[in-house]
């Protein structure tokens, strides 16, 4: 079956330091790997984006890398601060989807502390 | 354009009774989902869009789901006979697709659904 995992245990981190967190997948051939973040009563918000084709994206302190090989993305924060601390969801659009539709992750939350 | 707008935030409804919500996607999107999120999971596909055609329903959205997106604007989960299990967070997204570019979505806020 297909799945898509997140470690469920939340990540406690210190500020400053990189927060790297991990997604998963068995039975996918995803075209494209997302990451939202989501605060609590509200809904996901988007961060990056990145290609079955591409290794690596970065947007400011974000940096996402995807292994189509050993079926794992890694979402790393660098310089981490207390506003970073919320849960954090990876989602797949599968190659065969024309419709982009997400299935996601469980999550993994966040905690940085000051 | 203030993003995704989704109303209200907020139902409790009595077991058996209908519920309604509305979401108002970002106007240039041309693609609109609903997707259903219980506590500790993340969001699970239920029904999207494109313009005002239903392209594809997921086996979650039974018989007592309905949704409508008329002239292709906003969206309307209708959900009759309510029951416990359907307590969720009910989230809405809009997406532009322009041929095979695909961009990420934008989630609305939700409507939390609380069944007694």
Same mark, same amino acid.
């Given at each position: 079956?297909?799945?898509?995992?997140?470690?469920?245990?939340?990540?406690?981190?210190?500020?400053?330091?990189? @927060?790297?967190?991990?997604?998963?997948?068995?039975?996918?051939?995803?075209?494209?790997?997302?990451?939202?973040?989501?605060?609590?009563?509200?809904?996901?918000?988007?961060?990056?984006?990145?290609?079955?084709?591409?290794?690596?994206?970065?947007?400011?302190?974000?940096?996402?890398?995807?292994?189509?090989?050993?079926?794992?993305?890694?979402?790393?924060?660098? @310089?981490?601060?207390?506003?970073?601390?919320?849960?954090?969801?990876? @989602?797949?659009?599968?190659?065969?989807?024309?419709?982009?539709?997400?299935?996601?992750?469980?999550?993994?939350?966040?905690?940085?502390?000051? | 354009?203030?993003?995704?707008?989704?109303? =209200?935030?907020?139902? %409790?409804?009595?077991?058996?009774?209908?519920?309604?919500?509305?979401?108002? =996607? %970002?106007?240039?999107?041309?693609?609109?989902?609903?997707?259903?999120?219980?506590?500790?999971?993340? =969001?699970?596909?239920?029904?999207?869009?494109?313009?005002?055609?239903?392209?594809?329903? *997921?086996?979650?959205?039974?018989?007592?789901?309905?949704?409508?997106? =008329?002239?292709?604007?906003?969206?309307?989960?209708? %959900?009759?006979?309510?029951?416990?299990?359907?307590?969720?967070?009910?989230?809405?997204?809009? *997406?532009?697709?322009?041929?095979?570019?695909?961009?990420?979505?934008?989630?609305?806020?939700?409507?939390?659904?609380?069944?007694?």
């Amino acid at each position: 079956s297909q799945k898509i995992e997140q470690n469920s245990e939340a990540l406690n981190i210190q500020e400053g330091k990189t @927060a790297t967190l991990t997604c998963n997948y068995t039975n996918y051939s995803p075209a494209y790997l997302q990451w939202y973040r989501q605060d609590p009563g509200r809904g996901p918000v988007f961060l990056l984006l990145i290609r079955e084709n591409e290794k690596e994206k970065r947007k400011e302190r974000l940096k996402v890398t995807f292994d189509t090989t050993l079926k794992q993305s890694l979402f790393h924060i660098t @310089a981490s601060q207390p506003a970073d601390s919320a849960t954090y969801l990876c @989602a797949l659009v599968r190659v065969d989807n024309a419709g982009n539709m997400l299935t996601f992750g469980g999550g993994t939350r966040l905690m940085v502390k000051p | 354009d203030t993003g995704v707008s989704q109303d =209200p935030r907020h139902k %409790i409804t009595k077991r058996g009774q209908n519920v309604t919500f509305r979401c108002d =996607p %970002i106007s240039e999107h041309n693609r609109l989902y609903w997707y259903r999120q219980t506590l500790g999971q993340g =969001p699970e596909f239920l029904t999207y869009f494109q313009n005002e055609a239903q392209l594809e329903k *997921s086996r979650l959205l039974s018989d007592r789901f309905s949704a409508e997106r =008329p002239k292709g604007s906003f969206s309307t989960l209708e %959900i009759q006979r309510t029951e416990q299990g359907d307590s969720a967070m009910y989230l809405c997204a809009s *997406s532009l697709v322009v041929l095979t570019d695909f961009y990420g979505y934008t989630f609305g806020s939700g409507t939390r659904l609380t069944v007694v």
